[in-house]
């Protein structure tokens, strides 16, 4: 399959969310863009707004927080970079997953039911995971760390069918860690386990619901070193949700690396709004805060600094302006919502902004 083959648009923008049917006659397959030339793996610093073709949309979008921050005061986590599409394809049809890939989309051998769907799609991820990778490639990813001070790498899922507008795939696909020179937490196990992911029956189904064509949906992994050592992990939400159409972030955080989206039975994590200091007069050199909830894992005590919490609005009012500027300026910019995940990391809890995706609401 050529990257030619198909012509699509940019972004789901054009596709709203109540205009896609799941499978109805009359109703085209939303054809994703994708291009499989870039052939090698990418540097951070080459990434940008139009990398999303070639290494998907978390990768793309890393690219730019990475240019932000070298002008800002956030960091974003180093020795990254991103695997492209073209390595995920090469994969597939070098193993028995690409045919039982073509033979399922074709509908060669009718699904007749749930069960046999899963069992389909397992067939396929056992294929993906069972085939040897590319000695090229291995050996270019683990000469690159090798040259870094960091040996814990997160390989993280990023398709053309995520983190877009109208469809965040949020959850849908594989985040591993890999380990440099580790017997078991190899780097080759990390990058199949993100690469079959593509074809869980939760990711296949959400894409047929959204009425996708699975011919165009590919899978690049975006590299960073890993974060054993976080004080405070996070997520953002660029817009007032309480208050529509005024200013305010709200920011859901908690201490280390408990998860904040789907925290233990009984954890309660901080929840505040928090105004940037150029936002309004009222706000201006001052620290002010709505406080929703206090974390349980800290004494009922906000897991952040007042003077920590103010500078994340800040830095999250720069990244906001910036992509109202080159990506969203058909929206209300009180109302845009990028959705970010964050990091205070060791001793000196340095901010680190690891993703930003346009919120869905």
Request: with cysteine.
């Amino acid at each position: 399959m050529c990257s030619s083959d198909l012509v699509s648009n940019d972004s789901f923008k054009i596709y709203p969310v109540n205009k896609i049917a799941q499978s109805k006659p009359g109703y085209r397959r939303v054809k994703l863009k994708y291009d499989l030339k870039v052939d090698s793996i990418l540097g951070i610093e080459k990434l940008g707004k139009n990398s999303f073709k070639y290494v998907g949309y978390k990768a793309s979008n890393f690219g730019v927080l990475y240019q932000i921050s070298k002008r800002h005061t956030f960091k974003v986590p180093e020795c990254a970079f991103a695997i492209p599409f073209h390595c995920y394809q090469q994969h597939i049809q070098g193993s028995e997953s690409g045919l039982l890939i073509s033979q399922f989309i074709s509908g060669k051998g009718k699904i007749q039911s749930p069960d046999s769907l899963k069992r389909v799609l397992k067939k396929i991820r056992k294929a993906i995971l069972s085939a040897p990778l590319d000695t090229v490639l291995l050996q270019s990813i683990t000469h690159r760390v090798a040259r870094s001070k960091w040996t814990r790498m997160r390989f993280r899922s990023s398709t053309n069918a995520e983190d877009a507008e109208g469809f965040s795939g949020a959850g849908l696909y594989a985040s591993k860690t890999g380990v440099l020179n580790d017997s078991l937490k190899t780097f080759e196990k990390a990058i199949k386990d993100v690469w079959a992911s593509l074809w869980s029956y939760e990711a296949y189904e959400e894409r047929e619901y959204f009425n996708i064509d699975h011919r165009t949906v590919y899978m690049g992994i975006l590299v960073h070193r890993s974060f054993p050592d976080e004080a405070v992990n996070g997520v953002a939400i660029t817009k007032n949700l309480y208050r529509p159409g005024t200013n305010g972030f709200v920011v859901n955080a908690q201490l280390g690396n408990e998860n904040v989206v789907k925290p233990k039975p009984g954890t309660v994590s901080d929840q505040f709004i928090c105004f940037p200091n150029n936002a309004d007069p009222i706000f201006q050199n001052k620290n002010t805060v709505d406080i929703i909830t206090q974390s349980s894992l800290n004494g009922d005590k906000l897991v952040m600094t007042e003077k920590e919490i103010q500078n994340l609005a800040n830095q999250l009012e720069l990244i906001k302006r910036y992509f109202f500027d080159h990506f969203f300026m058909y929206h209300s910019y009180l109302d845009l919502g990028l959705d970010l995940e964050f990091k205070l990391e060791g001793k000196n809890r340095e901010l680190y902004i690891k993703q930003v995706r346009i919120f869905n609401d």
